[in-house]
């Protein structure tokens, strides 16, 4: 059964956030049960907010004057909505806005925190549960124009794999360069850490092989790039795209890390 519990006086944080079926030691003899688990991944652990973000989203939070109006609205309270949303974006109308909702509806997009952002993420770990999306629904809805009809879902995720082929200086090893260029494309290809400022991939930001190319000149040991490719990935079929040199997204797409292929040279 679905347990809700509706305060706690602290708890760990993003930590907090573990997958479906780590939960399975008994504290204690229960009569009866056998076993325990989790079937559902628990959400909504989020670490202490630090100073920076706290100074950047106060000026949201006075603006909004606790209600949705504008797409800054929607997005800000979003945020102060429940600490298992980490990113928001909200698509108003617009007449140059091709695919957008139509007049009176507003589509917020919503990317959930999760416990480890680090290494390549899984889809299941971005979806958004409907327990989320109930309160957002609810929270949002009572500060809404009334006549304003919002829809909340995921972006579209865009899956990627960059295949590069490097050559090192001989004093460096080969693994360890592997593994530094693979961590950092997954860092940058990112939805919640990625980006040219770290707070995640900006909806609709194009990939650039440029963009690569600096992540893997950044990389100690790297002395040259010999071969670079962006490779779109369909994460259900795990079929593998036509390589290309630059991928465009829409409004609605972000960015996620597919399996890196790195092949390195050493000199």
């Known amino acids: 059964s679905l347990l809700n519990i509706s305060a706690y006086r602290f708890g760990g944080g993003s930590e907090g956030n573990v997958g479906r079926h780590t939960l399975t030691v008994l504290k204690s003899t229960v009569p009866y049960v056998a076993s325990q688990t989790n079937r559902r991944a628990a959400f909504g652990g989020r670490d202490p907010e630090n100073i920076e973000s706290a100074m950047l989203r106060a000026p949201r939070v006075v603006r909004s004057h ?139 930001r194009a990939l650039a092989i440029a963009d690569v190319f600096s992540i893997l000149q950044r990389v100690s040991g790297v002395e040259d790039t010999e071969e670079c490719r962006i490779v779109p990935v369909d994460v259900t079929t795990e079929e593998r795209g036509e390589a290309t040199l630059r991928l465009v997204l829409n409004h609605r797409e972000v960015l996620c890390s597919h399996v890196h292929r790195i092949t390195v040279v050493q000199e």
């Not at 909340?152 to 794999?161: A, G, L």
């Open 66 to 204: 606790n209600r949705a109006v504008t797409a800054s609205d929607f997005e800000t309270l979003a945020l102060e909505a429940s600490a298992a949303v980490a990113r928001a974006r909200c698509i108003q109308p617009r007449f140059d806005l091709a695919g957008g909702p139509p007049p009176g509806s507003i589509h917020l997009m919503v990317i959930p925190a999760i416990s480890s952002v680090e290494g390549m993420l899984l889809p299941e770990q971005l979806v958004l549960y409907p327990q989320l999306k109930e309160e957002l629904d609810s929270f949002l809805y009572e500060r809404r124009i009334l006549t304003t009809q919002l829809v909340i879902s995921e972006p579209d995720y865009v899956w990627v794999s960059i295949e590069a082929t490097v050559r090192i200086a001989s004093l460096f090893d080969v693994n360890r360069v592997r593994r530094d260029i693979e961590t950092e494309c997954h860092r940058f290809i990112n939805p919640l850490t990625g980006g040219p400022d770290g707070t995640g991939w900006p909806f609709g």
